[in-house]
């Protein structure tokens, strides 16, 4: 079974530029997260899709990020414009989504993004 | 509020040995999930294990076990017979009811030969 894809892997952008970045979920997985993933930090969810639908996106500065789902199953990820704090590493999973605590998360390798 | 606290920035094991790496949690929920993951250098976040808060028994997961003490909100990971491999960042996790999840600030752990 394919696990979850993400590309780039590695993005280098000067300061307010644009930059995306693309997630292929595992196959049946209705729930799709972005994580923004800053050095010597936890993971923190940006956004978490339930098929094409938004549940939770209380933490993405919507002022220059923003996320789709289209079709309920490939997503993208997008900065416009980038900040110097933007710098992190962007990681992307996918649940079943069936409901329930048990739901595991499976992530992506993530892309590293340096923004200059 | 901090939800998940893991207070071991770094640990060392002896290769072959058995290491613990603390969790504490804080919720008032009564049904959670917690889990940990492993994230090497390579930048993957790995699942490990899964505890419910229902669950009597501890889980296991081959050489990955977790100690669930519920009244002292403790998840510990404990890693048998470590192995080189098992250098890497570790995360402690929890689900809430409503899908927050929240994770750790993790452990690095360096498995010395």
């Known amino acids: 079974e394919a696990g979850v894809a993400q590309s780039p892997r590695y993005k280098i952008i000067e300061k307010r530029q644009s930059v995306a970045f693309w997630c292929n979920p595992i196959s049946g997985h209705a ?6 993933q800053i050095l010597g930090q ?3 969810l940006l956004i978490q899709f339930q098929n094409n639908g938004v549940v939770d996106d209380s933490q993405l500065p919507k002022d220059r990020f923003s996320a789709e789902r289209l079709k309920g ?41 340096t923004v200059l | ?17 058995a290491v613990t790496l603390d969790c ?14 492993k994230q090497p250098s390579s930048g993957e976040m790995i699942f490990l294990i899964y505890q419910g808060s229902y ?10 076990s ?24 570790y ?3 929890m689900r809430l009811i409503g899908n927050q999840f929240y994770f750790g600030t993790g452990t690095s752990l360096t498995v010395i030969p």
């Open chain 1, 31 to 36: 729930t799709l997260y972005w994580y923004q």
């Open chain 2, 91 to 93: 995360f402690c996790a």
């Open chain 1, 73 to 113: 199953v490939d997503s993208t990820l997008k900065i416009q414009p980038a900040k110097l704090e933007d710098s992190a590493v962007y990681l992307c999973a996918s649940s079943l989504g069936a409901g329930g605590l048990a739901d595991t998360q499976y992530f992506g390798p993530g892309t590293r993004l």
């Open chain 1, 42 to 44: 936890g993971p923190k």
């Open chain 2, 1 to 17: 509020a901090q939800k998940i606290t893991q207070t071991q920035p770094g640990m060392f094991v002896q290769e072959k040995e």
């Open chain 2, 55 to 64: 669950d009597e028994q501890n889980a296991t997961e081959g050489r990955y």
């Open chain 2, 24 to 37: 504490t949690y804080d919720t008032s929920d009564q049904s959670y999930g917690l889990f940990w993951y």
């Open chain 2, 66 to 89: 977790l100690n669930f003490q519920k009244a002292r909100k403790s998840a510990n990971l404990v890693i048998s017979a470590s192995q080189l491999g098992d250098s890497a960042m």
